[in-house]
Structure formats: C-alpha cells, structure tokens
C-alpha cells in the first residue's frame, strides 16, 4: 500500500511539474517568442506504435525505426502537445478539421503531412489521447523531453510547419493556434504558394521537390545524394 501511495504521489507530483512548465499562463504565451522561423528542426526519431493507416498516410513499408527523414512529404505541420494541456485539448477537435481540410486540399495535401508531438507524455497516454479525442493523424510521445528541449523549452501548444526538402530542416513559420481552422489553411496556402512562386518549376503542384539550383543538400526522398542524419 504504501509502495502504491509513494507511486501515485511521485506521479501527481510529475504531472504538477509538467504543468508549471509547459502550460501557458496567459495570452503571452501564445506568441512563443522562444521559437521563431528559420530556426532549425532536429531529424528526431519518432517512436511509438504505427497504426496502419499512419504507414499508408506517410507512405511507408512496416518498419521498426521511423524519423521525420522517412515521412514523404517536403512540409510538415507539426502540433507539440501535451495530453494535460486543458488548450491542447480544447483545441483537439479543431486541429481535427484541420487535418481534414489538408486532406480535402489538393495543392496543401500533396506537399505536407500533420503530426502530433507530446511532450513529457509516454506511449500509453498518447494512445489514450488519441483514441479519446479520435485524432486522425499520428501523434509520437516524447517522454524525456527531448523534441521541448531542441525548440527552448517553449510553452504548447505550439504549431509550425517544418520545411524539411533540406537538411538541416528548418522551421517555415509559426502559426497561431487560436484561429480558426478555416483560416488555418488558407495561412497554410499562402506560405506554400510564396515557395511555389519563389522555387524551379513554379508550374508544378507538388513544390516538395523544388529545392534550390546551387543546394547540394538535396533531400534524399527526391536525390540519390547521401549525407548524414541529424541528431540531438
């Protein structure tokens, strides 16, 4: 009994940390000042079981290692999380239209992928969060806090789209979870439209590919140039 109490007291007592961290105290917080474009984004590996529908999402074979590197696409919007985040999940059901919108939009759709982030959160509670709020697209635990360390311990929710034809990856923009999802992608869109105007081959609709002429860190999803992974 007492080993349980210890148990239960160590937990409330991780989750009472996790929240004075990571939760925001007021409007403040939601400009995330510790983050900005163009800072770079890790090659993190993302661990955590795959549901069948996330391999076909990311265009994969079944495999057992999986990092940001493996997901097809040359965008990423990634959602950093907290499962005891009370905004994180009032703003659950929202970033699930969103997801939807992506999916219904051929230009945004075919050049960027979602995924969701917890951070301080193991496999169980993601997989809890997930089935609750019937999240669509697929969520990865980071239980030691590694993905909140890279991006300076900024407060969640916090929504960016990662540029990752290059690397090192980079983050394109911060976008403001408090709007609406309607207004969400379109703020998507026009981010990626001023890289289609901007990049080779404007004309096509899929942009992942467009990289710059003189780079000679091309992606490896689109060169058969090798070079080395990033890592923390």
Known sequence: MCIMKSLRNKRAIRIFIL????????SLADKHTAVKSGDYFPNISLTGPLLLEDEKYFGLSTQKALSLRDIQAGFL?????????PVCQKHAAKFNKLYNLVQRDNFVGSNMKMIGIGTG???????HFRKYFDVPFPLFPDPDFKVHAVLKKTRVPLVVIVDKRL?????LTILDFNKEAETLIG????????????SPGAKSKNISRNVPRDSTNR?????KKIFPKVFF
């Open 19 to 26: 929240l004075c961290c990571l939760l925001p105290v007021n």
């Open 77 to 85: 919007l990634v959602e950093v999380f907290s499962i005891y985040c």
């Open 121 to 127: 959160n193991n496999s169980t509670e993601i997989a």
């Open 167 to 171: 690397l090192p990856y980079k983050i």
């Open 187 to 198: 703020d998507i869109r026009a981010e990626l439209h001023k890289i289609k105007k901007s």
């Open 219 to 223: 992606h490896p999803l689109f060169s």
